[in-house]
């Protein structure tokens, strides 16, 4: 069993930045993929970004791209992502999710577990 806490989400207003934070612990293993997906109201669980904890090789949703950066902290078991020049559309409940494999997955349902959310609100 592994758990996934997540943090860092809030409210900020378009332009600007927040970095979410997802802390990892019980059975963790260095071959697996880290992900972050997002949820606005309404609408279905989305991609965002990975990153393979071995390798550090990531990808992002076009979306995300460019204003995204996922890192990662080996030491510290943890997870990032650094959000800039945010926008309303990026307001949603933020998941980290773990998939034990060495696949960049983008979709939801090849991932094994998830944090319980951080809430972002980006306002116009």
């Known amino acids: 069993q592994v758990q996934l806490v997540e943090s860092g989400g809030g409210l900020v207003q378009a332009g600007g930045s927040l970095r979410l934070s997802c802390a990892a612990s019980g059975r963790t293993f260095s071959r697996r993929t880290m992900g972050w997906f997002r949820q606005a109201p309404g609408k279905e669980r989305e991609f965002v970004a990975a990153?393979?904890?071995?390798?550090?090789?990531?990808t992002y949703a076009d979306s995300v791209k460019g204003r995204f950066t996922i890192s990662k902290d080996n030491a510290k078991n943890t997870v990032y992502l650094q959000m800039n020049s945010l926008k309303p559309e990026d307001t949603a409940v933020y998941y980290c999710?773990?998939?034990?494999?060495?696949?960049?997955?983008?979709?939801?349902?090849?991932?094994?577990?998830w944090g319980q959310g951080t809430q972002v609100t980006v306002s116009s």
């Open positions: 999710a773990v998939d034990y494999t060495s696949v960049l997955h983008t979709t939801a349902r090849d991932y094994d577990y």
């Open positions: 990153i393979w904890w071995s390798g550090g090789s990531t």
